[in-house]
């Protein structure tokens, strides 16, 4: 199973770089079958949320695998 995070980061934090360890607000998603599955799902999460980012943050979409998240 693959997992859906989706997280705010500072524009100062690299996006290599963005973290649930350093996002400004982080959000799970459902999980999926595979990673194509959670580009979609990830982005349709994303359109759906109530987090979102304002000036100077941007948003990541992470996909797991395994038992980190």
Do not use: H, W
Request: glycine share 8%; charged share 10%; hydrophobic share 40%.
């Amino acid at each position: 199973m693959t997992k859906i995070l989706i997280l705010v980061c500072s524009m100062s934090t690299p996006v290599e770089d963005c973290s649930p360890m350093n996002a400004i607000s982080a959000s799970r998603g459902p999980s999926v079958q595979s990673a194509i599955s959670c580009g979609l799902f990830g982005q349709s999460q994303l359109a759906q949320s109530a987090i979102g980012p304002v000036a100077d943050e941007y948003e990541k979409i992470v996909c797991s695998t395994g038992g980190a998240s």
